[in-house]
Nanobody
């Protein structure tokens, strides 16, 4: 069964840092386009960061210059280094990926359960 597991969330003061991880598992599946999203209370889920098809990184304007996305393809793991955190970064952070069944070719989108990030002023 394909699964995404996020970790690394926590509570920090403004200006602090956290590093999130998202590990994909499931030997029957190929994993593509791993991306970070976040959702604050009462708000829509929004894109944070990910990779374009050419491998270049992409960031929401609100996190540019503060967050850095990286991945270890051998480990099927996506990371998000978050520096200079602000109270407005407080949200549940989710990982999303495209998965393809190696046998059937069936493609679907998978979400992790999320990891909470809380930034206090």
């Amino acid at each position: 069964q394909a699964q995404l597991v996020e970790s690394g969330g926590g509570s920090v003061q403004a200006g602090g840092s956290l590093r999130l991880s998202c590990a994909a598992s499931g030997y029957r599946y190929y994993t593509y386009d791993m991306t970070w999203y976040r959702q604050a209370p009462g708000k829509e889920r929004e894109f944070v960061s990910g990779f374009d098809d050419d491998g270049s990184t992409n960031y929401a304007d609100s996190v540019k210059g503060r967050f850095t996305v990286s991945q270890d393809k051998a480990k099927n793991t996506l990371y998000l280094q978050m520096n200079s955190l602000k109270p407005e970064d407080t949200a549940m952070y989710f990982c999303k990926a495209g998965c393809r069944d190696k046998s059937s070719g069936y493609y679907f989108t998978l979400w992790g359960q999320g990891t909470q990030v809380t930034v206090s002023s």
